[in-house]
């Protein structure tokens, strides 16, 4: 059974701070998602990943992919309230698993304090 | 486009039971998937359906049952309940194997 560990599980911080969540796991992804989950609302893909050691940048969130495609990084730059909510990683394709399924970590809660 | 509709939004079941949930993808999507997610256990695949066919299947037992329809729409059925069924049950569609998932709101099953 393939793992998506991220840390932490849950975040509290200031309004203006910066943050980092990271995802890893033992597997080889083919790709790698974000999504963004609000309250009552189902996840919302924010980014997918595809080469090792890609970056992307959508506006003060930046993604990184693992050189080894087994790993990723989420960082935020002057977090805003509205980026409260629980931020998902989820590998595409691991071993194991069947083309384009999609394995997800369980999830860091964000809480950005005004 | 309309997003991806699940029905109905919050269920309260007593163990033993068995309910339905039903999901209704964006229009010309012929792939459903279903997730259950906890807090313990996060997202966790049940199945995917495409053009009225079972393609995957999670690791949940036989009581989680689902199907599509020939206009896409999906059910899924979870016989039995038990009081670990509590979860939100996520549906999600996409035109393409190849493509990103569009998640609906969910459905919020509470077995008591």
């Known amino acids: 059974t393939q793992l998506l560990e991220q840390s932490p599980q849950f975040l509290s911080i200031q309004e203006g701070e910066n943050l980092t969540v990271y995802c890893n796991s033992s597997?080889?992804?083919?790709?790698l998602q974000w999504y963004r989950q609000e309250p009552g609302e189902g996840p919302v893909l924010l980014v997918t990943?595809?080469?090792?050691?890609e970056v992307k940048k959508l506006k003060r969130l930046t993604f990184q992919f693992g050189d080894a495609r087994k790993d990723s990084s989420l960082h935020i730059t002057a977090a805003q309230p509205g980026d409260t909510g629980l931020y998902l990683c989820a590998g595409v394709g691991g071993s194991g698993a069947g083309s384009y399924q999609l394995t997800f970590g369980k999830g860091t809660k964000l809480s950005v304090i005004p | 486009k309309a997003g991806v509709t699940q029905t109905p939004r919050y269920l309260i079941k007593t163990r033993g039971q068995q309910v339905t949930l039903s999901c209704s993808p964006i229009s010309g999507h012929r792939s459903v998937s279903w997730y259950q997610q906890t807090p313990g256990q996060g997202l966790q695949f049940l199945f995917e359906?495409?053009?009225?066919?079972?393609?995957n299947k999670g690791n949940f037992p036989g009581r989680f049952s689902g199907r599509q329809f020939s206009n896409s729409r999906s059910e899924m059925n979870v016989s039995t309940l038990e009081l670990g069924d509590s979860a939100l049950y996520l549906c999600a569609s996409r035109d393409d194997p190849r493509a990103h998932r569009n998640f609906g709101p969910g459905t919020r099953l509470t077995v008591t």
């Open positions: 597997s080889v992804f083919s790709s």
């Open positions: 359906y495409f053009s009225e066919t079972q393609r």
């Open positions: 990943v595809v080469t090792g050691g």
